[in-house]
């Protein structure tokens, strides 16, 4: 991950919080870093239901991807519209940054240090190391605007013995 990469990821996040602010608002700074941290958390029970020596619900739906890449999402929106300009920049952290337990302990300092956007910024650096965020951040937000979307109401006219009746459908209800 460099720089450009970094800037790209930031604006995808942001381009889809501009597009669905009207039905899935956008949190604040810190809500966004605490739903980051729920994410990190959840990755590391995704690994933990992975192991087949545990039964803890394997069958509930668990990818590990998918919750680091959702973290990284929230911490990118935690960043605000703009990536600060004086913000500093490492591709170089060691591979071991991308051990799970690592980057929950960064994304809680995130959680404690709320206002030092460095702290952010390496923590999505961190997941980038482990996680293809370039590939897996335009699937995940496609599929959390697929669904988040509200119905699109479809408008239906229905002859009844009164006569015309205006009604709304979602689109779902047999014709």
Known sequence: MNINDMH??????????????DYFPTPGREDSVAFAFTEA???????????????????????????????????????????PKNFSFSDSLPRESSSLNLICVQVATCLLYSSVWQNTLEAVIAIGTRVDLLSTLPEELDRMRRKHKPAQANIVYSVQNEGLQLMESTGNEGM
């Open 8 to 21: 790209l990821l930031h604006k995808m996040v942001w381009d889809f919080r501009r597009e669905v602010e």
């Open 41 to 83: 958390a959840e990755a590391l029970d995704a690994v933990l239901r992975e192991n087949p020596r545990y039964k803890r619900n394997n069958h509930k739906e668990h990818c590990v991807k998918r919750e680091l890449t959702q973290c990284a999402m929230m911490l990118l929106t935690a960043i605000g519209p703009r990536i």
